[in-house]
């Protein structure tokens, strides 16, 4: 006898909570079946800020789907061409030291460079201005520097090394300081807040669950379900307190507006720099050119 007693007080819970599952899951399908009594309003404030959330929210998944490009050294260079190191892997400045090496000596830092077991780690940046510098210096090489082609294409090839190389620098500008906050953000604070909306739809399913329970009790039961739904309105309306909460947060934070100036500084930099190296190397480029033209005509002219 008192072993089924025991029983009974284990099942009696376990009763109670599948009870309540089938009311609540209940109270879900009258609701999609637009057949639910008394559907608990959320206040105009909560759905004004959920809207707002939500573009915030959006705002973060479309950015960060965009700018984590900047996490991927080949993003302007995507055919990824594949270059040997004896012709393409070195970049302008090795070529500039093994400039006096003899064609033996050459062949033999070749080989070497081949036999490297880390030549996956050392090899040259995948971005496009340094694929075109890798390019441009084996064609002057080709040509020959003391043509005005060669010496254009070395002048550009070294440029391009600079420009590469300060794109790398932006990269990671971006990468430490939007991509990763903006991540952050995304992952902590905006995920804790559609927690919580999660928790404000089941407390609001759990309030008008008890609602309807009560409308429907027995009157020997009034009392008790009347304590219910004063007990699920509470959690409820702190549930909602604590999600608006955490929704102004996401909202208020200036990190987000930080995080952009700073990306945009990064940009800044990098297209002042690349437009300043640039514009002193074009004249030289273009001397060359006029030069290069004058001598064509007057040899035509002979």
Known sequence: MDSFKAFSQQLNPLAAKLSKQYSQAKQFAQEKMGTAEDITELPQEYKDLEKRFEAVQKMHTNLLRITKTYQTQTYDYPAQLQETLSEYGRSVSERISQATLSPAEKAAADAAALEDPHRRENAPPKTLSHALSRACIQSAEDVGLEEPMGSALFKYATV?????????????????????????????????????????????????????????????????????????EDLFVAALEETMALMKIVLETPEPLRNLADMVAAQLAFYKDAYEILNDVAPEIDSLQVTQEALYRNSRSE
């Open 160 to 232: 391009q090394e600079k420009v590469g190389d300060m794109r790398l620098v932006m990269d990671q500008e971006i990468t430490d300081k939007f991509v990763t906050p903006f991540g952050t953000t995304m992952n902590n604070q905006i995920q804790a807040a559609v927690r919580a909306r999660r928790s404000v739809y089941s407390t609001r399913l759990a309030l008008d669950t008890a609602k309807a329970q009560y409308r429907n009790t027995r009157p020997e039961r009034a009392e008790a379900s009347k304590v219910e739904v004063e007990q699920a």
